[in-house]
T-cell receptor, first 115, second 110 residues
């Protein structure tokens, strides 16, 4: 158990809909990262928050947004969903702003299926 | 770019050594990592190597780094069925989030 909690574990929805994925980081960790794992594109970095502020942005679509709340949990909002958004979305956390020898702790992921 | 490339699949027999290879592009990478993903689980850090090192050994795991060729490998000695998983190579500069490869699925035949 990494200490990172993601909900929901599975989600099935239709094209055009909007969903929210939730992540609670490991106790004491200030950074939250979102990654998308799909069959054809591997593990893609989406966005990082550190202590409530956006720290780094990766390949995140404009239809997607995220935030980190004062209690450090984070939400990833996916809107106008398309079939290609079907993937496993991982949240990871770490203590500091950047990862060096410190590891990323991953949640078990939220599997999104768009029909 | 920040691409990390790995072969997709490797099959070995139980007791043999496994070697998983990775190439990366960012020459400013400070640390290189190997993560393991078991079925239905998130990624878990296996080991990492600092870019000024050539080799790191940790029990059955040996990491080799060829910085000139930007090539990283993970050797698992005496591979067991419990080692069956997807192994991800990742690079980091300490300034940006880690960049992961697509993962190598290791299948261990009994």
């Amino acid at each position: 158990d990494s200490g990172v909690t993601q909900t929901p574990k599975h989600l099935i929805t239709a094209t055009g809909q909007r969903v929210t994925l939730r992540c609670s980081p490991r106790s004491g960790d200030l950074s939250v990262y979102w990654y998308q794992q799909s069959l054809d594109q591997g593990l893609q970095f989406l966005i990082q928050y550190y202590n409530g502020e956006e720290r780094a942005k990766g390949n995140i679509l404009e239809r997607f947004s995220a935030q980190q709340f004062p209690d450090l949990h984070s939400e990833l909002n996916l809107s106008s969903l398309e079939l290609g958004d079907s993937a496993l979305y991982f949240c990871a956390s770490s203590f500091g702003r950047q990862v060096s020898t410190g590891e990323l702790f991953f949640g078990e992921g939220s599997r999104l299926t768009v029909l | 770019g920040e691409d990390v490339e790995q072969s997709l699949f490797l099959s070995v027999r139980e007791g043999d050594s496994s070697v998983i290879n990775c190439t990366y592009t960012d020459s400013s990478s400070t640390y290189l990592y190997w993560y393991k993903q078991e079925p239905g689980a998130g990624l878990q850090l296996l080991t990492y190597i600092f870019s000024n090192m050539d080799m790191k050994q940790d029990q059955r795991l040996t990491v080799l780094l060829n910085k000139k060729d930007k090539h990283l490998s993970l050797r698992i000695a005496d591979t067991q069925t419990g080692d069956s998983a997807i192994y991800f190579c990742a690079q980091g500069t300490g300034r940006r989030a880690l960049t992961f490869g697509s993962g190598t699925r290791l299948q261990v035949q009994p």
